[in-house]
């Protein structure tokens, strides 16, 4: 028998057949700080949004088979709609367009994405809540978008001052203590997570572009 504390079960078996180590450090790039209003930001999202979106983290079919083989792992863990669903908008033009137009040109300059071609998204996780461990494949950005060879990236911008439990994680850097407006740069395939086990909702917006090189 496996000894509990040497065996994590099959999703680890999953991080270790693509060579995902933990013990290897991965160099988080820089931090960004944007100038932004959070309680303008946090008004629109409950009061004056167009369309949420309700979803919790579970196997989807229409995913690639890499993100259907990490939900079924973190549901075989435990996570379920009760630990992961999050309230978000941005999918729809309308909710897109006015979040981008908050953020404004200077704050895109500084993300070094074109604001025309960028998918932006504001996610809001209750106490209790947050997504597990994963990679993001933006399948909704190139839906949208496509793909025309540049590289696609996207970034997590604190919209709501850091709390009691909030946290992001990027491979091996915890995050915590940030302030409304920093940005981390999440690059295609590097595994994350982000939660909040504190008292007050964390509001992030998800800023995903094609890359100004």
């Given at each position: 028998m496996n000894n509990i504390f040497e065996y994590k079960g099959?999703?680890?078996?999953?991080?270790?057949?693509?060579?995902?180590?933990?013990?290897?450090?991965?160099?988080?790039?820089?931090?960004?700080?944007?100038d932004i209003d959070y309680k303008r930001f946090v008004n629109y999202f409950v009061d004056a949004a167009e369309e949420y979106q309700i979803k919790d983290y579970k196997p989807r079919p229409f995913h690639?088979?890499?993100?259907?083989?990490?939900?079924?792992?973190?549901?075989?863990?435990?996570?379920?709609?009760?630990?992961?669903?999050?309230r978000n908008i941005g999918l729809n033009?309308?909710?897109?367009?006015?979040?981008?137009n908050m953020i404004g040109t200077d704050n895109f300059k500084l993300l070094g994405l074109d604001p025309k071609t960028c998918l932006v998204r504001m996610l809001e996780y209750n106490p209790g809540t947050g997504i597990p461990l994963h990679t993001d494949s933006f399948n909704a950005f190139?839906?949208?978008?496509?793909?025309?060879?540049?590289?696609?990236?996207?970034?997590?911008v604190a919209v709501s001052p850091w709390d009691w439990g909030h946290l992001l994680q990027v491979h091996d850097n915890v995050?915590?203590?940030?302030?409304?407006?920093?940005?981390y740069e999440i690059p295609e395939g590097i595994y994350h997570l982000s939660n909040n086990f504190g008292i007050a909702p964390k509001y992030t917006l998800t800023v995903t572009g094609f890359v100004d090189e």
């Open positions: 099959y999703y680890q078996d999953f991080l270790d057949s693509i060579e995902v180590n933990l013990t290897i450090p991965y160099k988080l790039a820089d931090k960004i700080s944007l690639p088979a890499a993100d259907m083989l990490q939900a079924v792992c973190l549901k075989e863990l435990g996570y379920c709609k009760e630990n992961t669903t999050e033009s309308i909710d897109n367009t006015t979040l981008k190139k839906s949208k978008y496509g793909e025309d060879g540049r590289r696609i990236t996207r970034y997590f995050i915590t203590h940030w302030k409304a407006g920093d940005a």
